[in-house]
């Protein structure tokens, strides 16, 4: 009874904070001073993409050379598990039908065209069955699975409808130098 | 004409009566017999088949999901306990996640709790604990956080879940608790009270980092504690007093000009026998980031002496690694190959190989 009576004062206290502040805004702060910040904002969403950020991922496409189905391609230096170049999609596409997991494992990746160290996003596409066509299992910078983000050795169907493992995919997020 | 159908008339009298003199047999089904020396389980993605290793035969199987990490036993209760993991239309539709209870005379699942749908889904011997007073099971979750589902098995019911951030690895310790690897390079010691809460944490010293040598997921328990191994080689043995968590000094087997040699393998690296404190691990020579090659060789380690006491090379090289407790312990290897191989531990002598289809690791039991 006791924390039920602590639950309902401190929602009452929150409450009545959120009026009071509510109703200084509204004598302090005119229409026009709300219109004048709504187009900052406006403005400033605009200028968003001259960030660094933004200019990373705007750059020209990332030069490939190899075979995407074979474990050997650069992009897999820290891949695991199916390669889904082999079964219907790319190496940055899940096949039909299947679901692309957006929680993921990270490597750095060496591209042998610029010799430029970029960071890859291995990401899992589920809810079929496991393809098993082109298994592929590299190790650099892999850690144990107490420390996964950098675990190759996770089911990462994570975040999708079903959780059953179909193949990998593997994504430039950006190059080592633009990251540090 | 006349003789033909006389001939027929006569054997169709006399062929009845031949089989008549033997009494039909009837289909029965087996109970398991008494548990015999050096039996052990081969965890594969169909289930769990229960081998002899003196002789090689199979006593029975015990089917589990494909998604099973690892399945243990409580003697005292005859009863078996696996982690298991459902989808309702097999690669699609809701997900269950179970504690599956299996009784040792027939095989067959006789309680099943239901758990969070968290569980880590890897084949890793150490991602299923059972406490060592038989009281709680500890399974591994990734969801993708860590945590840990805490299951009583005297009252089959589900306790917790244990957010464990950062750390992962079951490790049984004293009676009530169990030990953890976490990536600041810490052990995390978790202790339950009678009910299964957590009634204590605490975290050791940094003794390793993940990033320059980092400690195996794969660990081998020994008569008071743990084994654990890094990348590079270096052991370690980890125990508790109460609530200290006590790490020893890391050392390595290694000779000079061996530096080159590090442990590696798809599953299980190590394992240990606990009376003779011998410990096994399988080895190969290469690079850094190599920890998922097959071995090579399987060291022998005394770990009084911490020296090598021994090199069993492998051809095909090992995956996956398992001695039994036994005073005449037997050495389980599976190959890069699929084979699976049984060595007298202490001859370091292969004996023969089993068929076990697509084993991942053993369990002993």
């Not at chain 1, 605009?46 to 050379?65: I, K, M």
């Not at chain 2, 229960?50 to 090689?56: E, K, L, Q």
């Not at chain 2, 023969?352 to 690791?361: E, N, Y």
């Amino acid at each position: 009874m006791k924390i039920d009576r602590i639950i309902d004062r401190t929602y009452y206290w929150i409450d009545d904070n959120a009026r009071r502040t509510s109703l200084a805004l509204a004598r302090k702060l005119s229409r026009r001073n709300f219109l004048s910040r709504l187009g900052m904002f406006i403005a400033g969403a605009a200028s968003f993409p001259l960030l660094p950020v933004a200019r990373s991922f705007a750059q020209d496409s990332v030069l490939e050379v190899g075979d995407p189905q074979s474990c050997d391609y650069w992009r897999y230096c820290a891949m695991s598990g199916t390669l889904c170049t082999c079964c219907g999609g790319t190496y940055s596409s899940c096949p039909p039908g299947s679901e692309a997991s957006p929680i993921t494992w990270v490597g750095t990746c060496t591209n042998p065209v610029d010799g430029r160290a970029y960071l890859m996003s291995y990401n899992d596409c589920c809810g079929k069955a496991v393809c098993s066509r082109c298994g592929c299992h590299n190790t650099e910078g892999d850690k144990p699975v107490y420390f996964n983000s950098n675990s190759s050795t996770v089911l990462w169907c994570f975040g999708t409808e079903n959780t059953s493992y179909h193949c990998t995919v593997s994504l430039v997020l950006g190059t080592q130098d633009e990251t540090e | 004409m006349r003789i033909i159908s006389k001939l027929a008339l006569g054997l169709l009298l006399v062929v009845p009566a031949a089989f008549g003199q033997i009494p039909p047999e009837e289909i029965y089904v087996e109970s398991m017999p008494e548990r015999g020396e050096n039996w052990f389980i081969g965890t594969t993605g169909n289930g769990g088949y229960i081998f002899d290793a003196t002789t090689g035969e199979m006593h029975g199987m015990l089917s589990l999901s494909r998604y099973t990490p690892a399945v243990t036993h409580y003697w005292p209760r005859q009863e078996f306990y696996a982690a298991e993991s459902y989808l309702s239309r097999g690669v699609r539709g809701d997900r269950t996640d179970i504690v599956a209870i299996y009784d040792y005379e027939n095989l067959r699942p006789i309680a099943e709790i239901e758990i969070p749908n968290h569980m880590a889904r890897l084949q890793v011997r150490s991602h299923l604990g059972l406490t060592n007073n038989g009281r709680h099971l500890a399974v591994l979750n990734m969801n993708p956080g860590h945590s840990v589902s805490i299951v009583d098995l005297e009252d089959r019911v589900f306790v917790y879940e244990a957010s464990t951030p950062g750390c992962a690895v079951i490790m049984p310790i004293a009676d009530n608790d169990f030990m953890q690897v976490c990536g600041d390079g810490t052990l995390q010691l978790i202790q339950l009270d009678i009910s299964g809460f957590e009634e204590n944490r605490v975290r050791s010293d940094v003794f390793f980092n993940v990033i320059e040598d980092a400690v195996f997921d794969r660990v081998a328990s020994s008569a008071n504690g743990w084994w654990l191994v890094t990348h590079r080689g270096v052991i370690f043995h980890a125990s508790t007093d109460d609530d200290e968590i006590i790490i020893s000094d890391g050392w390595k087997p290694h000779l000079e000009g061996e530096e080159a040699w590090q442990p590696g393998g798809r599953n299980e690296i190590i394992a240990a026998h606990h009376d003779t404190g011998l410990i096994y691990i399988a080895m190969h020579e290469g690079p850094i980031d190599t920890h998922h090659e097959p071995g090579t060789e399987i060291w022998v380690i005394d770990s009084n002496l911490q020296r090598r006491v021994g090199r069993i090379p492998m051809d095909p090289p090992a995956n996956s690694i398992m001695v039994t407790q036994e005073a005449e312990p037997k050495l389980l290897v599976n190959d890069s190959q699929g084979g699976n191989h049984v060595y007298n531990a202490l001859t370091f002598n292969k004996e023969r190989s089993i068929q076990i289809p697509d084993a991942t690791h053993f369990e002993d039991f």
